[in-house]
């Protein structure tokens, strides 16, 4: 099988840091990939290159066989990737119903979805269990319920490849467990790519794990493979308990 | 905020127009007159609260796009002998072009940068104008032939110098942009530029190309300008530099800022208010300019939002 | 006359122009970078300048230098006191939000221009240089006041310079600029910096002004050009910075001079003009800042 | 004053900004309602409403007070000796900002609100040629008192007239013999890069070739520079006359400038009035002016020759000899520009009496009474001197004075003849309809 995404040699310096530093990563579809890594590694600046927030210095990325370097990041979104904040950054001004009919208006205007946008946006918060806050602007939400609006958000846009930047973020335990859920759901039709700081969060989840540290991968495999590396254990999961 | 009540909102539109059609029969003949003038400077305040507004970006320069209007309208009848339709098409040809050229440069820039670059280009076409004096009939402008301001329909020809035409022509075209307007900002583009207003980031990683969704509302908003000026030119008959002055880029904003933001009849308000704060005080005083100044400061300080503004968020959420 | 002292001249003229626009558009950089807030009622402090200038000298008699430097003191610090009642009055009720301080400064433009419309006129008037010595070169004369304004410029720019990187005063307006919350929290009085911000701007455009009106006469409409060149140099220096406020007030004070030798003066001004905005299109951040966000 | 309306409660401002210059017969007919209740002229003991459009803000604040002033005493000399056919004049001022669209809506509501009889008094060209089609559209007479070209040119309509002062084009053309005769032979103009400007661009170098003279270089200077310097190498060195006619409040840098620029060792000057209209030609800086020449349309300074009409007209004014507020000798009036004033009224004095004039609907006929004129006799009603009225473009044409600067005074040498400054009309407005 091909993979969905790889990239080749992907580097990025802010001044005289090298963030992101020859990576070469390979992401198969229907996978849930986890990133983790320390602090700094790197994990945010990677997810961002690849959603074409920032600019590589170097390096290529290929998404579903086709080069998407130089591509804008909203070509890449309507090409199927789609991408969480990791800080919250609904429109605080709109409604739920707003924000979530934005992304959607876009897969109908793509032809990557039929029917209208009251639809799929309800069916968004449904799924997200928002549909009875429709019509609250997302200021006015809790935090956990705007966390759950920016992953209504990112399935609205139909992705075949989510990427998911610390979700958990601030979340009660009994919201992680519903997310943990509706992340297997998503799944199901699309690749989940996942930076998460939660362990357990991770382990549960993941198919795969890739380590980053210091820009570099330092590591790549399975949940088990990955508690049993030595070296992870020496740079990250040693430090945390 | 946007599938609530739309019912409610296209009824007050319509009533707002049914109402200034009515004041037509009812108006003492100054009043008629001074409205006539306002719809249409109001549909150059609409136009600049569709980029301002709803998009969140303050231009210095919409002078530019209104007297591009002006002047496409004014001196196509001047020199070229055209009928009413075409000037009036040629004017808002000429804003469309303008305004898409002065989009995709000044929109490389953003916030303060935008401000003073839209400021700067309008300033060179203020200079253009003066320039091509010979043309243009520079600082002193032209005089639109009355014999040439008559609107041919069929086989009636009604000259735009009767105040009932002039005020019905000036009603037709405001209502058509209000109309406009209206759509535009309940319609999937109008989600998208507010959005872009939230948070220029989020929404390209939604899918948005947000410099063409930008581009196309300078256009709109530059055609919108350029419709109130080429009306100006063949209602009231008179074209000149001081229009494309920045004088006139700051009115639209003050205009909306006092009618309310991103909100659809705003424009109106703001124009209607500002008109008759200036007429009224000028009666009592020479010194009406600091009348004007206190009123604003006034208004800014307790009525931030502008007064449709205010009056949503705190009456009326459902206003457009 | 030959090209060579005809470019001198407009040289000469172009810093003259420069010297002038440094201060006025330093003040407003000030206000601006500290504060955030665009004051468009910038150029009315600085007719305020030219206005009391003419109205102080007026009323001491006595040697013109002597009325010019009671003018140089006085006029900035009264219109420093009204920049500093204007911004308690109304700027900080605004909670310095930068849309309604717009509306508010273009409505303080109104009121400054009206009242000085009533109390001074709106005739032009002069006031008498401090000296008048003509400089004669070989090929024109030249005022020797307008060299000392170049010089006086400098020496004002360089101790605003030291003040605002050497001593406390400047660090606290930092500190301010840089995060307005943070300064809050380590016990800065963000709420006096801006005020002293404020009445400080006005005050650059205030000593502009006074600089400038003996050879260009106080005017009540005066204030709007002076407005829109500060604007462009702050933005083409880049925000908040000092040495490229500077660089840009003599780079659009010499274009100006320059560009008018070769061309038709209207032209010319289309020309600076466009020059400008397409440097400010291809560098939105100014020659001298750094990208901003 | 009563409110029959009540709708926008605008007669009370009505109230405060109508200036009854003469106290005249108060009562139920002053009563002026606006709105619905038509207003219909009462009889004869009605006063002659006459709208004032003043530019008492923006640039040409300078002037409006002037003309204000003349205004005030010529209404006040016309009521005193019984007014225009035996009814009072009123004055209502509207501020028009010196701007042209503002100055339509001002015309506009001179007609629809305030019912005035006529419109008179504007001066800077782009609010009369801005104001213009409103007056024509409102079928509103309006007399203006520009010296622009603008009526003259045709390009107006039938109900502009400037029978007050002489236009722009024909002054230019009247100097230039003094100017090749007695100034010099190659002439440098100086003029600002706009419409006031081109005149003196377009008509001064035919009519001084016309006199064996030419024009080596035009110097044009935006109207926005408030400083000049930079511009002056380009005055060729054998230039014999400068000629300057800067206007705005920045000519007092540009004369400075030009002293500092040439010292003592200068071409001959000429330059017009409007230049220093309002300005102490004694102010600091303007030494450097002594010994040059100016247009005065009107002399600033009183003349030993001056005529007793001359004289009554500057002490009914309130101006001294040196042609300030008396008073007040910093308070220079625009003494070459506003007798222009003074005149337009007796002007419209005489042409509603002539057409008999009752109200509004009489304007037709007033504007074909004001054609019909030809000719104003030098007197009390027109102290500046005698003129003739082309009735077919609008225009009067008077005479001229040449002034030159000693000790601190205009002195005039000059003056030119009628003839001088007549051209070819280019069009005719008696043609149109009215």
Redesign the interface.
Known sequence: MMPLLTTKGLSRNFGGLRAVDGVDFALMPGEIRAVIGPNGAGKTTFVSLV?G?IQPSSGMIVFDGGDITNL????R??LGI??T?QIT???????A??NV???V???L??GRSKGA??AGAMAALERTGLADRA?MPAGQLSYGHQRLLEVA?GLA?KPRLLILDEPTQGLADSEIDNFIGLVREIAKGATVLLIEHNMPVVMQLADRITVFNAGRILAEGTPEHIRANAEVQDAYLGTTP | MKEASPAKAYALHLGVIALLFALSFVLPEYHHGLLARIMVLAVFAMGYNMLFGYVGLLSLGHAMFFSAGLYGAGLAVIHLGWSVPAAFAAGLACGALLALVIGVLALRTSGVAFMIVTMMFAQVFYLIILYFAAWTGGDQGLVVPQSARVLVLGDTSLGLTNPTVRYMSALVLFSIVLLVALVIVRSRYGRVLVAIRENEERTKMLGYDTFSNKLAAVVVSGTICAASGAAYALLFGYVGSTFASVQYSILPLLWVLLGGAATTLGPLIGTLFMYYVVDITSGYTSAYLLIVGIALILLVLFFPRGILGTIRQRWLGWLP | MHFGPHLLLAALEGLVTSAVLALTALGLSLVFGVMRVVNVAHGEFFMLGAVLAWAISTAISGHPALSFLAALVLAPLIVGLIALVSERLVLRRLNYNPEATIVATIGMLYIIQQLALTFYGPEARPVEPPFSYRILLPWFGYSGYKLSIIAASALLLVATWFVLTRTKIGLVMRATQYDSETAQAFGIPVDRVYAGVFALGAMLAAVAAVLIVPISQAHYLMGQDPLLLSFIVVIIGGLGSLRGTVVAAVLIGLSDGIISVFFSPTLAKIIATLLVAMVLVFRPQGLFGTASR | MTDKNGFFDLSKTGLTRRTALKGLAAGAGLAVAPGFVRYSQAQSSAPIKIGFQSHRTGIGAAYGRWYERTTAAAVKAINEAGGINGRPVEVIIEDDGTDPGRGAEVVGKFATQHKTDIVYGTLFSHVVIGSAPAAGEAKMPYFVVSEGHHVASTKLNRYVFQPGITDVKSQIQAMAPWIAANAGKKVTQIFPDFAFGYDHRDYLPPALKAQGAEVIAQIAIPPTESSFTKYFPQIPAETEVIYHVMVGPAVLTFVKELGEFYGSNRPQLFGFIDSLEATDINSPGLEFLDGSHFWEGSPRYAQPDDSAAQKAYRAAVGIDDNGAAVGDPKDVSTAAHMFGCWETLYVVKKAMEDAGYKGPEDRAKLVEATEALTEFAEGPEHPQGPKTFNGKIHQCFGIQNISKVEGGRLNVVHKTKIEDGLYEPEGDYTTQPL
């Open positions: 959603s927030r804008p990041a909203y070509a979104v309507r789609a991408y904040f950054s609904v429109f605080a001004n709109l409604t119903y707003d009919a934005l992304p208006q876009r897969t205007t793509d946008v009251y019509h958000m846009l």
